[in-house]
């Protein structure tokens, strides 16, 4: 049953540190002939698999990366005076920004600030509250192919896998639209012909320079995504 | 045989002027030779004196009789070799024992050969002057004690009109926007920002290009202590590889009687970058070789190619 669900593969656009276009959608393996990750194969397999096509390609490994995100929600105290549904905020660490914690909100605006962040979450236990079992992350292996950066991550909630994370960094080009075609020429090489078309933020962005926020919105949106995921997919969910 | 025959005169008349200088040399010594013996073998001072003044002037009659006479016989002589085109060498095809020395014919060969080796070494240096490599005139050939000399002027140019010249280039492209300062005295160093794709340092000396650096748009330019990193290259593959191609245009575009000319050319080609990661390769039509974008661009047409894409 859980097999099943790790044939989504995940992925994420993303340029350099400081720049890039982003692009949360869902790459379905089910079904694509071209793709020879069979029905039914465990992440990681699929992991596996791909992994080998990026160092057939040419790809080094460089390391391993992380990335994990909370949810809080406003505590029940609060929310009784405003009289409205309280807003979910995300806490996010990346290790790419090791000495950086990232706090968004859904549709919000996101904040970058010192890990100590941390610890005024703790403080502020009366107003947010962490969602229970809510903790979820990826982690991986980084791949440098010329100036590309790829990291492929296994996606867990607790203690099950639930899909795979495909990030791809380009970091000489630090306006996203100028670089979507070059992006996907890349992601095809080594995911075949079945990749996404171009995700609305490559171009509604326009001209603006990439950021690491914008990384972390991809991986909170992306997060969500496999959150809202039935546990069993069902037949024809494609 | 118009020649010939009037050689043949010339021979006569040379032979008449050979003894008419031999007359002429023995009655110089005849007026020596009597100055030397003086006055003696006279019984009186009065006959001695009559005598050597008769003698005297004798010698002298015949001296200026002589060189009268040598006068006319070169005027019959003339120029021989006057419009002979090797001049007074020509002669040495009168000698008559051609087999034994054809120096003459030798020596005509030599004269044809070097007239036609200044004719090609002519051209040469006119083609070469317009396509010159050299990029200023002090580097070849010349003493180091001679160099300040030579400088070209437009080493010497005032910064005002380097000034002006960069700033027009600036006015004339608003996607790419140059900041000149100077850092280390006169020499310029241009930081060229080409929209959000690129930026290049450039070293000028006066309005030669010395060396260019491009780096990536969110890439650091800067050493420590906040003047322009000359040295250091780029972290990503791509902008080093521009580098590369940049070097190479500079060594292009050259016209040292024009710097400012160069300076603008090579500019309008660095412009043609701000298409770096949108522009597929005009001969395979993909984004990516080797995982590297088009990074080459085409000096005359400015088209993108790949860098083992380009004829
Ligand atoms: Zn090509």
Redesign the interface.
């Known amino acids: 049953m859980e097999m099943f669900r790790s044939n989504t593969v995940w992925y994420i656009i993303c340029q350099p540190p400081t720049a890039c276009g982003y692009s949360t959608g869902q790459l379905r393996f089910r079904g694509v002939s071209q793709m020879p990750v069979a029905e039914g194969k465990s992440v990681q397999q699929t992991v596996e698999l791909l992994t080998r096509k990026l160092e057939v390609l040419g790809a080094e490994k460089q390391g391993t990366f992380c990335v994990d995100c909370e949810t809080y929600h406003t505590a029940a105290s609060t929310l009784g005076s405003q009289g409205q549904a309280g807003k979910l905020m995300y806490v996010m660490h990346n290790s790419e920004y090791p000495l950086s914690c990232f706090a968004l909100f859904e549709n919000g605006p996101c904040l970058t600030a010192d890990t100590n962040f941390d610890v005024l979450m703790v403080k502020l236990k009366g107003f947010f509250q962490s969602a229970k079992a809510s903790k979820i992350e990826t982690r991986g292996t980084r791949y440098q192919y010329c100036d590309f950066l790829v990291k492929v991550g296994t996606v867990t909630m607790g203690p099950s896998a639930r899909g795979i994370s495909v990030e791809v960094e380009y970091g000489p080009c630090v306006v996203a639209s100028d670089c979507w075609s070059l992006l996907l020429e890349f992601l095809q090489s080594f995911l075949g012909s079945h990749t996404p078309g171009a995700p609305a933020v490559f171009g509604n962005r326009h001209d603006t320079v990439y950021g690491p926020a914008d990384t972390m919105v991809q991986y909170m949106e992306l997060f969500n995504k496999i959150r809202k995921q039935p546990q069993v997919p069902v037949a024809g969910i494609r | 045989m118009a020649d010939v025959l009037s050689v043949g005169v010339n021979l006569e008349a040379f032979a008449q002027a050979i003894s008419a200088i031999q007359a002429l040399r023995s009655s110089v010594s005849r007026v020596f030779d009597c100055l030397k013996d003086g006055m003696r073998n006279k019984e009186t001072l009065e006959g001695r004196e009559k005598a050597f003044i008769a003698h005297f002037q004798d010698n002298l009659h015949s001296v200026n009789r002589d060189l009268n006479e040598l006068e006319r016989l070169s005027n019959l002589v003339g120029k021989p070799s006057e419009n002979h085109p090797l001049h007074n060498s020509g002669l040495l095809s009168l000698d008559p024992v051609q087999d034994k020395t054809p120096l003459y014919s030798q020596l005509l060969q030599a004269y044809k050969w070097s007239n036609k080796l200044q004719y090609h070494a002519g051209l040469a240096s006119g083609l070469l002057n317009q396509q010159s490599l050299k990029r200023s005139a002090n580097q070849m050939g010349v003493s180091a004690k001679r160099r300040p000399k030579a400088q070209p002027t437009t080493l010497v140019l005032p910064p005002q009109y380097v000034d002006d010249v960069i700033s027009r280039i600036d006015r004339m492209f608003p996607e790419m926007s140059i900041h000149l300062s100077r850092p280390n005295g006169t020499s310029a160093m241009l930081l060229v920002t080409l929209g959000?794709?690129l930026k290049v340092i450039v070293v000028m000396r006066s309005l030669f290009i010395d060396r260019t650096i491009v780096k990536?748009?969110?890439e650091n330019v800067y050493t420590e202590d906040g003047k322009l990193d000359i040295w250091s290259k780029s972290?990503?593959?791509?902008?080093q590889k521009v580098t590369d191609h940049a070097t190479t245009a500079l060594l292009h575009y050259q016209l040292p009687q024009m710097p400012d000319v160069v300076v603008r050319s090579f500019m309008t080609w660095l412009r043609s970058y701000i298409k770096l990661?949108?522009a597929?390769c005009q001969r395979c039509g993909?984004?990516?070789q080797?995982?590297?974008?088009p990074t080459w661009r085409d000096f005359r047409t400015l088209e993108a190619f790949h860098d083992t894409c380009r004829q």
Do not use: A, S
């Open positions: 959000k794709v990536g748009y969110n972290n990503y593959q791509v902008f990661f949108q597929p993909k984004f990516l080797d995982g590297l974008p």
